[in-house]
């Protein structure tokens, strides 16, 4: 309590304007001022920290902060599936990158100098197989490359001497056909190459004629692969020097291969259909030695079926 002195010398006839006071008040104590940089926070060790171990110091005096109850534990489901999402991104990522890139990647491998295209779908150079060989240039000393999209073209190809290092690429057996029917006078094959080099990639050939054959090879060197050569009776005919044939498909009657060439058939499958149940098909290699040309058929990894 403030001590209040009061002057006593007042007469009744003072009044109440004429009364002196004298007020003392003993010196205030101003406390600090609580600013910011006077608030410290501290922790009672990192690792065993729990919420009744905050401690709270203002100035002079210490304040402690309990919490008596625990927040409880909420599952973020949210980045939960965000991390999900990423996990599947990746995966979908790596498969592309060393499985379909790969798979890609060996389709246009294919050095070429020149590129034509041909589709009937969308827009190309040309809208046939033979348009394109035909503007094609005489005696290429470089590889002319002819992509083929998929869809059937009914056409006879037919690649003259003049006509060389020519490739035919298209999208994969049974996507991209050429067809014809053909049958026992010239051209007796939709595909009758005679140039000096010639390369078949991703291809299905087929003669619907009954006395035709699918691929009438008289190439003096020539690829195949990954192609289909289908005919009614036979499937191919051969005349040349080096023919390589990998991972092909040969569907044929009675007579498969015919012909007198160096050939060479790595890991192709060779299916002959039976004209009547009981008829049995017998699988035969040709090797022929003239005076100044060896012939020979080689079959390396090759399955052979009969439907």
Known sequence: MDEVNINPSISP????????????????????????????????????FSPNSISVNAGSGVFLSHMEEHRPYVVNWHRIIKIFVAIIITIVTLLAVFVFLPMTRSKTNIECTMKFTVSKQIKSDFKTISEAIEV?????????????????????????????????????????????NAGSEEPDSPLPPTTLCFLAHDLTVVNTAKYGVAVKNWAKYSVFFRCRLQGVDATLSIRAQKQFYCSCQLYSGNNSISGIARAFFQKCEFR????????????????????????????????????
């Open 13 to 48: 006839s003072t009044s109440c304007n004429d009364i002196e006071v004298d007020v003392e008040f003993p010196p205030t104590q101003i406390s600090p001022a609580l600013t910011p940089d006077s608030l410290r926070v501290s922790f009672d060790g990192f690792d065993s």
């Open 136 to 180: 094609s240039p005489s005696y290429s000393p470089f590889r002319v490359c002819i992509y083929i999209q998929k869809g059937e073209y009914h056409e006879t190809v037919t690649i003259g001497d003049d006509k060389n290092n020519i490739s035919l690429i298209g999208e994969g057996i049974g996507r991209t056909i050429i067809s014809s």
């Open 272 to 307: 002959s259909e039976k004209s009547y149940p009981e008829e049995k098909i017998v699988f035969s290699s040709l090797s022929t030695h003239l005076l100044t040309f060896e012939s020979r058929f080689v079959f390396h990894l090759c399955s052979f079926y009969v439907d």
